[in-house]
């Protein structure tokens, strides 16, 4: 298997930190709305699809990282 290079993986690591920081500004924003309101429920689901999509480029940047060692 070919290596990734520094650059591909710093853009790896740079989506990560993306959605890292929508995730939490979409739960702050979530925090401030009435629970029982369509828009809350909407929200939470972008909260946790947002935090499931960064956890994948976690895990995708710690098996390249581990391949490298």
């Known amino acids: 298997m070919a290596a ?3 650059l591909t ?5 740079q989506k990560h930190a993306q959605l890292t ?4 500004q979409e739960r702050t924003r979530w925090r401030g709305m009435v629970a ?6 909407a929200a939470g689901r972008r909260v946790k699809d947002l935090q ?3 956890l994948e ?3 995708i940047i ?3 990282v581990n391949r490298r060692d």
């Open 36 to 41: 029982t309101s369509p828009a809350s429920a």
């Open 52 to 54: 499931a999509r960064a």
């Open 57 to 59: 480029y976690e895990m």
């Open 21 to 24: 920081l929508a995730a939490e």
């Open 62 to 64: 710690g098996s390249l």
């Open 4 to 6: 990734v290079s520094a």
């Open 9 to 13: 993986l710093a853009e790896l690591r």
